[in-house]
């Protein structure tokens, strides 16, 4: 497993950062874990419909997403909400999701992220195709992917593999194992000895990463997407984390796992490590860390206030986001539903 | 309802060893509603198993049980993920019977909640009911009541050929009731009157029968006398009960939560005005669901039929 | 109507670079039923594209192409093999524009060769348009003609939403006709009077119109003046063209190869009843395939409706 | 590649079959192939619907098929006749199913082999059930599952490699890499290395074989099945071999590969291989090879007279056979279809 970053913040290879970058990366990871906090709060509050939360998997979300390029297809899940906000999908967005409000979906026009994957292993292959475009067109835009170890199970999961196998498809596969699909633990979900065993059998470079260090995630993401860029096609990442908070807000761990599994990890918490490694270096402060936090808290704050603002969608609009234009059936059933009310 | 799931899962289990369940955490969590709460602790990991994330795989691991002579339940976590195992329902474990002529038989049942109005995430809220409706080979079941949840779930482990049986996932807690110890098995094919009444039919099944039942005593503050049918099976259909309601009323709603074309209110408006066309007062009219994907929590209102749309066009059939 | 098919492919690919064309077989020997060939040679395989055996793939991958801009012609080699695909075109393709509010779409066409008459193997002889056509978000087209097939081919590629496009299979090579060169599109939404008539109206679609116009030309024998509609697209319905006709003859058969129960002929007739019934001189009735798998080729005759079976229909609804 | 029986019909390594049993075989084989031969040409006569011709996987049929017992299962293709009729099922079925006759289907009560799998890639999964429900009960069967290289691409394929891993289950997958899927050649199929490659993906062995090679591939399937047997789990076996006809009787190689491929496998037939080894250890002579042809075509065109005789199916029986009673949908149906005859 690929280690740069260790426990104590000391280095087992060379960073593939300079200082000033770690620097960002490291106030992503604050305000992602700042975003993640609050919705577990607000769905507590009853003013999110469920909220997954990432908790443990902020290096997997910001290093993957570090050696992406703005113009890059990002085709993630309900849990990857830090890596979609670091490819520019704003807050307001994410929660306007998460209060139930299809708005949520509409990305920004330059922003190349598609809604969150509700469904576990269908949008693999949506990554294929927008790659694949990409390629056909000509252009060196890359396409990645994020998925659960759950997901490797599914059959869309392998035929996306085997298509960007097949036509050199300029896409990263980047799977965080985080030890439980809801309560199903990795080792009951396949009895492949990693994850990254499986990239074998379909013609491409499978590797294993220690997920809760950002440069080994960042690392191995910056070498596939170049290798992509190049016409090298795909890989596979197994990102191997561990979700420290339940499933959904819906969930309780202690029904499947033992309390001591998450003591463990919670000491290998991804942000410490980081921290730590900047502070030896001199970079980390109480100061700055306090800045970030009240920083990322007033981003988060202010979508929050915009998403609630917004006056849910009326009737109408539920008709007209069907088709381009409403067909005579939808029409139909619009007039009716508006006498109805 | 929840419970009379469990109490009949766990009946079928302690009395044939054929009987096994399968799904995405079914086991250790007792499945992400509780259903099978508690029987993996009773009956072990073997007989209570947790798969992979695969839906397909459980299907059709489910198919090859059934056709060694087990009777496996397997759960879909939600209809909307039911929709990567429709091939092996509708390709081979609707047909294994008619394409081995009998000698080959999937004695299975699928349990999968369904519909809205918990506020879920997409996905999570469908009622796709037709599209099983439509697949010759499988029966569909919708149980409204606590008991009969529980007396249908039984038939359908019992019965010989493959069972969709739906379970409306507000009605889990919210719908309470009396249910026998064991539960009592209830036949398919007949449909329950809810309530008795003279001047229209009002018919439902599943997740609507509380809101249609809403709907009739609404009705009746208006002088208005509304039958209820809640259909229980709509494969196979109670012709009888439904044509002799529709002969003596005259006036029929039908309700349903699913998307409104090709929608099982499409079948029941479809033959009651081909077998009882000269008894009709009124259009036999459809409260359904829309055209559109189940919006989200916020506008979850503007999609499912509440028991004022069903009251108010039980009014405009009075009407016309 | 297979020439038909190739030239507006042809057309299309040359007209805009953003088309391209994927599925099984395709490329190099130019698909099962030939509906490719020489389309490779043409335009090279990154645009006429051999994929592996995997119908979800297929489907996926066109819907990543479409969002990212291109016009992705995905082919199915028989709606039987269509269905480890439904999960995609349910889920996500049919969703995206809701799921986006508009910001990101998926232009895609899924050409399927669909119904039976040709004796072939199980899987190959399907007619399960409802299930889409209960899908919202999904166009649904089924050509009956060499030039509807050509234009509306057309007319879906220039789509801004999905199309599933059914392919009449016994029609490839029996039905003959004119196609302009280059094809000209045919709007959706416009159902064809294929033959006028007061007495009564016959509805159909795709492989059933031609068993239907000898239907209405077998009545026409005995006295009876047919209309004959052929609705070409069944998502957008042409409610205007029907419910005239119905309204006009008051006596209306609807025709349809799929199975019976919450077929499109259900939601046909639903409609109908409900918006004309003070119209009907007799109940709608429906000729349809039956509630069972499709029986291969030594017992197909007993599921596929027949001109006879049509025309009896039309002379019981005379009668009624 | 596992390799036992040289072209020649020279040894590589020890027979896994004495001699008796090889000639049994050999006979079996002889078989197949007049069935085969008689199915194509019925074709063209148009007494079957199509025919899916298995000429040059003779070895992978019966090699197959002869380590297992009567009462394991077997699932599998359109182009698996030869394999069924070795497990039991019998011709006139097989060509009933070709004619379009449900009762194709129906294979004799103590035989256990389901009806051949028209659609690719949905049927393992089955085998796996059947598999399991064997372990469940505790008795010592397994299932066999054959199927085609282009099957693996189907998620399906997936599903069932995963499933059969993660519960270890008594089955045996076994793949005819024939090099086609219809027009697709195995590379543009997967970019794995081999087939085999994918069983490691699943924690399972994964073995290539020569599929030309009848000893080759009993031996190997007769290891996988003494371990399934065993409580040893699954195993993955690709034999490696060619179809030397066309994908069915509508297709036509010509349009995707050229004449001297054929050619060259054409030299690699896997009964020639047998013969000569035979004949080397003089258990084979021209008046035996008579009798076996002779004996093989007495059994098929039986077969063809059976199933030609055979009144086709009612309308009633249609709707008699989609469950074990008809619901009142179907009773109205049925009525309604008399009616209109
Ligand atoms: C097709 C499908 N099946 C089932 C579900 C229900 N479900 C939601 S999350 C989940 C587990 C996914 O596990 P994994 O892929 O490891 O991702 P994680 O949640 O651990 O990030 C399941 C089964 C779903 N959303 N989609
Ligand atoms: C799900 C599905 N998709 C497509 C087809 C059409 N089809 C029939 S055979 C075949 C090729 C299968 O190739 P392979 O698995 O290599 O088996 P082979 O025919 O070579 O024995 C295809 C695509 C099908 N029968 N089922
Ligand atoms: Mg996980
Ligand atoms: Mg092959």
Redesign the interface.
């Known amino acids: 497993m690929h280690q740069v970053l260790q426990t104590d913040g000391t280095l087992r290879a060379a960073a593939p950062l300079d200082v000033s970058t770690t620097r960002q990366l490291y106030a992503a990871m604050v305000a992602a874990r700042t975003y993640d906090h609050k919705g577990t709060t607000l769905q507590k509050q009853g003013r999110l419909?469920?909220y997954a939360s990432f908790l443990g998997q902020e290096a997997c979300q910001i290093g993957a997403t570090g050696p992406l390029r703005p113009d890059d297809?990002l085709?993630a899940t309900?849990r990857d909400a830090g890596a979609m906000w670091a490819q520019g999908y704003p807050w307001v967005n994410l929660f306007l999701?998460r209060?139930?409000?299809?708005?949520g979906?509409?990305?920004p026009?330059d922003v190349n992220v598609?809604?969150p994957s509700?469904?576990?292993?269908?949008?693999m292959?949506?990554?294929?195709?927008?790659?694949?475009?990409?390629q056909?067109r000509g252009t060196d835009r890359v396409?990645l992917t994020m998925f659960g170890d759950?997901?490797t199970?599914?059959?869309?999961?392998?035929?996306?593999m085997?298509?960007a196998?097949?036509?050199?498809v300029p896409v990263i596969f980047l799977c965080q194992n985080n030890h439980y699909?809801?309560?199903?633990p990795r080792h009951?979900?396949?009895?492949?000895?990693t994850l990254a065993?499986?990239?074998?059998?379909?013609?491409?470079p499978g590797r294993q990463v220690d997920g809760n260090d950002l440069f080994a995630v960042y690392d191995a993401v910056a070498a596939a997407v170049a290798d992509a860029r190049a016409g090298g096609g795909p890989t596979f990442i197994e990102a191997v984390t561990y979700r420290l908070s339940p499933h959904t807000t819906?969930?309780?761990p202690g029904?499947?796992r033992p309390a001591a599994e998450e003591e463990e990890w919670r000491a290998r918490d991804p942000l410490d490590r980081v921290r730590r490694y900047l502070e030896a270096n001199g970079e980390w402060s109480p100061a700055w860390q306090d800045e970030l936090e009240q920083a990322a808290a007033a981003d988060v704050d202010a979508a929050i206030t915009a998403a609630e603002q917004l006056e849910?969608?009326?009737?109408a609009?539920?008709?007209d986001?069907?088709?381009?234009e409403p067909?005579?059936?939808?029409l139909?059933?619009r007039n009716r539903?508006a006498t109805?009310e | 309802m929840a419970q009379a799931l469990t109490a009949a899962l766990g009946h079928a289990l302690r009395s044939d060893r054929d009987v096994l369940i399968l799904g995405e955490d079914v086991g250790t969590t007792g499945g992400v509603f509780r259903i099978t709460d508690g029987l993996q602790t009773e009956f072990g990991p073997d007989r209570v198993i947790d798969t992979p994330v695969a839906e397909s795989g459980i299907a059709g691991a489910a198919f090859g049980m059934a056709v060694a002579g087990l009777r496996p339940v397997a759960e879909i976590q939600f209809l909307g993920f039911a929709y990567p195992a429709y091939d092996q329902i509708v390709s081979h474990i609707s047909r294994i019977r008619t394409r081995s002529q009998h000698r080959f038989t999937a004695p299975l049942v699928i349990r999968i909640p369904y519909g809205a109005g918990i506020g879920a995430a997409e996905h999570h809220s469908e009622s796709t009911e037709a599209i099983f409706a439509h697949t010759p080979g499988v029966k569909v079941v919708v149980p409204s009541t606590p008991a009969d949840a529980a007396g249908l779930l039984l038939t359908a482990i019992a019965d010989p050929d493959p069972v969709i049986f739906l379970e409306p996932i507000r009605s889990y807690r919210r719908v309470r009731g009396e249910v026998a110890d064991p539960p009592r098995p209830v036949a398919f094919g007949e449909a329950a009157v809810r309530r008795s009444g003279t001047d229209l039919t009002l018919v439902a099944y599943g997740a609507m029968v509380p809101d249609t039942m809403d709907a009739a005593d609404d009705l009746a503050v208006a002088g208005i006398e509304a039958e209820v049918l809640d259909l229980r099976t709509l494969v196979p259909l109670d012709y009888d009960t439904l044509l002799d309601s529709a002969n003596r009323t005259g006036r029929v709603v039908l309700v349903q939560e699913g998307h409104r074309t090709c929608g099982f209110a499409a079948e029941l408006a479809a033959t009651i005005q081909e077998e009882a066309l000269y008894s009709l007062l009124a259009p036999v009219t459809r409260v359904t669901g829309w055209d559109t994907v189940v919006p989200l929590r916020r506008a979850e209102h503007h999609y499912v039929p509440s028991p004022e749309r069903i009251a108010a066009a039980g009014r405009a059939v009075m009407e016309a």
């Open positions: 419909a469920t297809w085709v309900y999701g209060t139930g409000d299809e708005r979906g509409a990305a026009p598609l809604p509700i469904t576990v292993g269908a949008h292959i949506h990554a294929v195709g927008l790659a694949w475009a990409e056909y396409a759950g997901a199970s599914e059959g869309d999961f392998h035929e996306a085997n298509f196998g097949v036509f050199g699909a809801i309560s199903t009951r979900q396949t009895a492949a000895e065993a499986k990239a074998d059998g379909y013609g491409m819906a969930d309780d029904r499947y849910p969608l009326g009737a609009a539920v008709f986001a069907v088709f381009a067909t005579p059936q939808l139909r059933q539903a109805d």
